[in-house]
């Protein structure tokens, strides 16, 4: 067990439709990572927040946003999903913003079913 | 730009020593971590290397070479329990953050 909490482990809906995907970093960490993981393929970087402020943005898609509040946790927002947004959804945390040795800690991801 | 290539599947048997390249082509960064993950679970860290040569934890090891952009995981004494998905991924620093680029994965069978 990481410490990195996330939900719903799975959700089902349709096209066009909008879901919240939310994490809670393990205790003490300020920096929250959203990766996307599609089948059978390596992890996509969506973006970083570090103590409530965005840090790094990646592939993320402009239908796709994030926050992270005053407690740290930290909420995906992904709109008008399409057939292709399945995938699964980690969260990560670290300590520092900038973390210097490779060591990230994920969370069990949010599995996304778009129909 | 920034690509890690691996391979897509490799198989041994238990007992035996297997070995995980990943090549890459960046313009700089700072390490090279390893990364398992079992059946689409929560990817969990297994090394990271910050310098060139070989780090050695229990039964895995990995190395870097940065002249030749190259790295590899290296597992010893084969555990069925090793069967999973292994992922290298480049510590990359830019603005005010580092972040963790992921290779394509290598899925290991590991065979009685």
């Known amino acids: 067990d990481s410490g990195v909490t996330q939900t719903p482990k799975h959700l089902i809906t349709a096209t066009g439709q909008r879901v919240t995907l939310r994490c809670s970093p393990r205790s003490g960490d300020l920096s929250v990572y959203w990766y996307q993981q599609s089948l059978d393929q390596g992890l996509q970087f969506l973006i970083q927040y570090y103590n409530g402020e965005e840090r790094a943005k990646g592939n993320i898609l402009e239908r796709f946003s994030a926050q992270q509040f005053p407690d740290l946790h930290s909420e995906l927002n992904l709109s008008s999903l399409e057939l292709g947004d399945s995938a699964l959804y980690f969260c990560?945390?670290?300590?520092?913003?900038?973390?210097?040795?490779?060591?990230?800690?994920f969370g069990e991801g949010s599995r996304l079913t778009v129909l | 730009g920034q690509s890690l290539e691996q391979p897509s599947e490799v198989t041994a048997v238990e007992g035996a020593i297997v070995q995980i390249n990943c090549t890459y082509q960046t313009s700089g960064f700072y390490g090279l971590s390893w990364y398992q993950q079992h059946d689409g679970g929560a990817p969990t860290f297994l090394s990271y290397n910050a310098l060139d040569g070989l780090e050695e934890t229990g039964r895995f090891s990995s190395f870097l070479s940065r002249s030749d952009s190259y790295g590899y995981l290296l597992l010893q004494e084969l555990q069925m329990k090793d069967s999973a998905s292994y992922f290298c991924a480049l510590l990359r620093g830019g603005g005010a953050t580092n972040k963790l680029i992921f290779g394509t994965g290598t899925l290991l069978a590991v065979q009685p």
């Open positions: 990560a945390s670290s300590v520092s913003s900038q973390p210097n040795t490779g060591e990230l800690f």
